[in-house]
């Protein structure tokens, strides 16, 4: 997508070092800085301090930690048991995203076999290209499948904005290319269609107000930053025709777990009648898990992310404490909610409703598991 006029990807490899490179978002919007990963243990503490974050984009980290780590391997014969342990680790960086380990696993799966370290780079190299290939044109057919759920609703406003509600930061900086909730809304935009964005501010690390804001204004996309508890009153009062989240883990049955606070956007789409629609790659499915609230883990995450807010004052950055200090915190960073609540999910094979059955028409492959 573009910066500043400027094709540009969150993370790529550099053809010439072989080092990984990422936008390391926690400084985004205020500074656009770039980081070198050498080391799997960057690998991971990238994905662990959110230098990188989204489900596809957490999964593309992950099988490039595995490239590195046959990268650095000291001899020539890569030993199983490293392969092993260090695929272990990086799956463990973070819990909820299931994107991660279905990434790793499948450039371990292309390894496990592979003893000699050159042919090993190799193949590594070529899977990790590969899963980031597949999840940007993966997010580009979720915008074509989803941009007739925008067109019909700007049909029956006979071309007047359609106002869509979105959750968190689930766009190209979290995906690769073209995201996943904001995928549609690119297409539309670029269909010529009057699209506008209400964008949830995300707390307690701004998400949304640091990375979807930045996103929709580099592409031109007219958007309002609002508060997480302004999407209610916007339903009750008609300013909201539509609303579109990612996911980090989404169950075969149609639960949906994804930034803490998606659950109550939910609820307040269903009370006012509004689409709720969740977008996503079959990457990001679990084919295992049946009941989302139950058996999901749900990340908790450092409480000073809740203490302190982030921000731009006389051109740096700094960090300030918005609550008393010796107030404890709970940081849950995801909510799941339940299929029920779902209007459909939007995929790179078209859309379904949010049931066991239905996905699984979709996917087909999946049926035996």
């Known amino acids: 997508m573009s910066n500043?006029?400027?094709?540009?990807?969150?993370?790529?490899?550099?053809?010439?070092?072989?080092?990984?490179?990422?936008?390391?978002?926690?400084?985004?919007?205020?500074?656009?800085?770039?980081?070198?990963?050498?080391?799997?243990?960057?690998?991971?503490?990238?994905?662990?301090?959110?230098?990188?974050?989204?489900?596809p984009l957490i999964g593309v980290t992950g099988a490039y930690g595995v490239y590195l780590a046959?990268?650095?391997?000291?001899?020539?014969?890569?030993?199983?048991?490293?392969?092993?342990?260090?695929?272990?680790?990086?799956?463990?960086?973070r819990p909820t995203a299931v994107n991660l380990s279905w990434a790793v696993d499948r450039v371990y799966d292309k390894l496990k076999h592979i003893s000699n370290k050159d042919q090993a780079i190799s193949v590594a190299q070529q899977e990790a290209d590969l899963i980031a290939e597949l999840e940007a044109e993966n997010c580009r057919k979720i915008g074509a499948h989803g941009l007739p759920v925008i067109r019909n609703i700007s049909r029956e406003k006979d071309g007047r904005t359609v106002n869509v509600l979105t959750h968190c930061n689930a766009g190209w900086l979290a995906c690769v290319e073209y995201g996943t909730a904001t995928a549609p809304i690119y297409a539309a935009f670029d269909a010529g269609i009057d699209v506008h964005v209400w964008v949830d501010e995300t707390r307690p690390l701004n998400q949304g107000a640091r990375l979807t804001a930045w996103e929709l204004g580099q592409?031109?996309?007219?958007?309002?930053?609002?508060?997480?508890?302004?999407?209610?009153?916007?339903?009750?009062?008609?300013?909201?025709?539509?609303?579109?989240?990612?996911?980090?883990?989404?169950?075969?049955?149609?639960?949906?777990?994804?930034?803490?606070?998606?659950?109550?956007?939910?609820?307040?789409a269903k009370d006012n009648q509004i689409p709720f629609y969740v977008a996503l790659p079959s990457s990001?499915?679990?084919?295992?898990?049946?009941?989302?609230?139950?058996?999901?883990?749900?990340?908790?995450?450092?409480?000073?992310?809740?203490?302190?807010?982030?921000?731009?004052?006389?051109?740096?950055t700094l960090s300030v404490l918005i609550s008393p200090a010796d107030s404890p915190a709970a940081n849950f960073a995801f909510d799941v909610t339940p299929a029920r609540l779902v209007t459909g999910f939007i995929t790179e094979r078209g859309i379904c409703k949010a049931s066991a059955q239905d996905i699984k028409q979709l996917f087909p492959e999946k049926s035996k598991r």
């Open 70 to 93: 046959v990268l650095n391997f000291p001899t020539q014969e890569i030993e199983a048991d490293y392969l092993i342990s260090e695929c272990r680790r990086i799956k463990a960086a």
């Open 4 to 55: 500043n006029g400027e094709k540009r990807r969150p993370i790529w490899r550099d053809k010439e070092t072989g080092s990984i490179k990422i936008i390391d978002q926690r400084r985004l919007p205020h500074e656009l800085i770039v980081v070198d990963l050498q080391l799997v243990n960057d690998c991971i503490t990238a994905i662990q301090d959110m230098y990188v974050r989204g489900a």
């Open 284 to 316: 990001t499915f679990d084919w295992h898990i049946n009941d989302g609230v139950k058996d999901i883990p749900i990340e908790e995450r450092d409480p000073n992310e809740i203490k302190f807010v982030q921000g731009r004052k006389a051109g740096k």
């Open 219 to 268: 592409q031109g996309v007219k958007h309002t930053l609002i508060t997480d508890n302004a999407g209610g009153h916007l339903m009750q009062h008609a300013k909201v025709d539509l609303v579109i989240v990612g996911t980090d883990r989404t169950t075969f049955t149609g639960d949906v777990a994804n930034k803490i606070g998606t659950y109550l956007k939910a609820l307040a």
